[in-house]
C-alpha cells in the first residue's frame, strides 16, 4: 500500500509537472529519467500516467459534470490532478476499491493542497462514485464480477 501511494504521489508530480511546462506527457516522463536516472518511476506511476493520457478527456467531462460551480480550467491544477488519478482508478482499476481511491485522493489533497483541497475531492468524488453505484454490480462478497465493466463511458 506504502509502494501505490509513492507511485501516486510520482503521478501526481508528473502531471502537475505536465502542465506547469505546457508539455506532453512523454516529455515530463522523459524529464524526470534525465534529472534522476538511479531512480525509475514505479510501474504503477507509468499505468496510471498512460491510462490518465489515454482517458483525460472522459476523466475530465466527469469533473466537469460532479464539480458544481467549477469549471475544470479554473480548478487547482493539483486538485485538478489528483481528481484525474483517482477518477482513473475509480473507472480503470478494477483491482482497486472505489473507497481505496476516494480515501488516497484525500490523503494527496492533506499533503499537495489548500486547506480545503480534501473537503472538495471528497465531495466531488464520493458523488461519482454515488452516480457509478446503479452501474457498479457488487456481489455480497464484496468482489466485483470481472466481466463487469465499472463503469461505461
Same mark, same amino acid.
Request: glycine share 4%.
Given at each position: 500500500?506504502?509502494?501505490?501511494?509513492?507511485?501516486?504521489?510520482?503521478?501526481?508530480?508528473?502531471?502537475?509537472q505536465r502542465e506547469i511546462?505546457?508539455?506532453?506527457?512523454?516529455?515530463?516522463?522523459?524529464?524526470?529519467?534525465?534529472?534522476?536516472?538511479?531512480?525509475?518511476?514505479?510501474?504503477?506511476?507509468?499505468?496510471?500516467?498512460?491510462?490518465?493520457?489515454?482517458?483525460?478527456?472522459?476523466i475530465d467531462k466527469l469533473?466537469?459534470?460532479?464539480?458544481?460551480?467549477?469549471?475544470?480550467?479554473?480548478?487547482?491544477?493539483?486538485?485538478?490532478?489528483?481528481?484525474?488519478?483517482? $477518477?482513473?482508478?475509480?473507472?480503470?482499476?478494477?483491482?482497486?476499491?472505489?473507497?481505496?481511491?476516494?480515501?488516497?485522493?484525500?490523503? $494527496?489533497?492533506?499533503?499537495?493542497?489548500?486547506?480545503?483541497?480534501?473537503?472538495?475531492?471528497?465531495?466531488?468524488?464520493?458523488?461519482?462514485?454515488?452516480?457509478?453505484?446503479?452501474?457498479?454490480?457488487?456481489?455480497?462478497?464484496?468482489?466485483?464480477?470481472?466481466?463487469?465493466?465499472?463503469?461505461? $463511458?
Amino acid at each position: 500500500m506504502i509502494e501505490r501511494r509513492k507511485a501516486r504521489q510520482a503521478a501526481l508530480e508528473l502531471l502537475y509537472q505536465r502542465e506547469i511546462f505546457e508539455c506532453s506527457l512523454a516529455d515530463a516522463v522523459s524529464r524526470q529519467a534525465h534529472a534522476a536516472p538511479d531512480k525509475p518511476l514505479p510501474e504503477f506511476s507509468l499505468r496510471l500516467l498512460q491510462g490518465i493520457d489515454v482517458n483525460q478527456r472522459a476523466i475530465d467531462k466527469l469533473i466537469d459534470k460532479h464539480a458544481k460551480n467549477w469549471a475544470i480550467d479554473r480548478l487547482p491544477l493539483i486538485d485538478r490532478n489528483i481528481l484525474r488519478i483517482a $477518477l482513473y482508478e475509480m473507472l480503470f482499476e478494477p483491482s482497486i476499491p472505489v473507497s481505496v481511491s476516494i480515501n488516497e485522493a484525500i490523503e $494527496l489533497a492533506k499533503v499537495f493542497g489548500s486547506a480545503e483541497s480534501g473537503k472538495f475531492i471528497n465531495g466531488v468524488l464520493g458523488q461519482v462514485a454515488v452516480s457509478l453505484g446503479d452501474r457498479d454490480k457488487v456481489p455480497s462478497s464484496g468482489k466485483r464480477r470481472p466481466s463487469e465493466p465499472r463503469y461505461l $463511458l
